[in-house]
């Protein structure tokens, strides 16, 4: 059985992924890191809730697979912020074989002040992810962001006394999440190569 079973049903083989944003509560405005980064890929699509100031898990969650069955077939990374992470993870755990191969959660909420934590996932994700956390997050601790981490089976960054990684605390462009959406673009650029290169050798030897 393969590792993460969403590749073995790979489409549209050598697309590279889209950038899936996920907001979390109120939306992620103009000034927000999340507004930044989808601003610099042309393919990024957003997930769009039907109302930003209700927590709904199991709402939330459904629109990002409705926004994915929209899109079309593909691959995608996602990047969520806040609730959004919960939403994601939530998702994930749903649906094994979703075509979100990598995601990077960014600050994410603390599920007991929802009453959620029974709600989400306490085991890996099925594909890799990574967790960067602050120091002084007033919405999670970074000891229940490792917690979380953990559980999940994602990479764990603490990158300190940040606040809640948003605009707020001063987080307009944040190259540190641009950076790991060109990693993973890089790493699925690498596995689509050696397929490329197989039918590249068999034609040759026609």
Known sequence: MALYPHRAARRNGDAEPRLLIIPGLHDSGPAHWQTWLEQQYRDAHRVRQRDFSHPELERWSERIQSRLENAGPGEWIAVAHSFGCLALAH?????????????????????DKFGLAESLPHQRLGRPTALIASQNDPWMSAASA??????????????GLVGHINSESGF?????????VESARARAARERRPARASILEWSFSI
Do not use: C, M
Request: proline share 14%; aromatic share 14%; hydrophobic share 40%.
């Open 91 to 111: 998702h994930l755990h749903q649906h094994p074989d979703s075509p979100v191969r990598e995601a990077l959660f960014v600050a994410p909420a603390e599920p």
């Open 146 to 159: 490792l917690r979380w981490a953990t559980r999940w089976g994602s990479s764990y960054s603490n990158i």
């Open 172 to 180: 307009g462009p944040f190259p540190l999440a641009k950076r790991w």
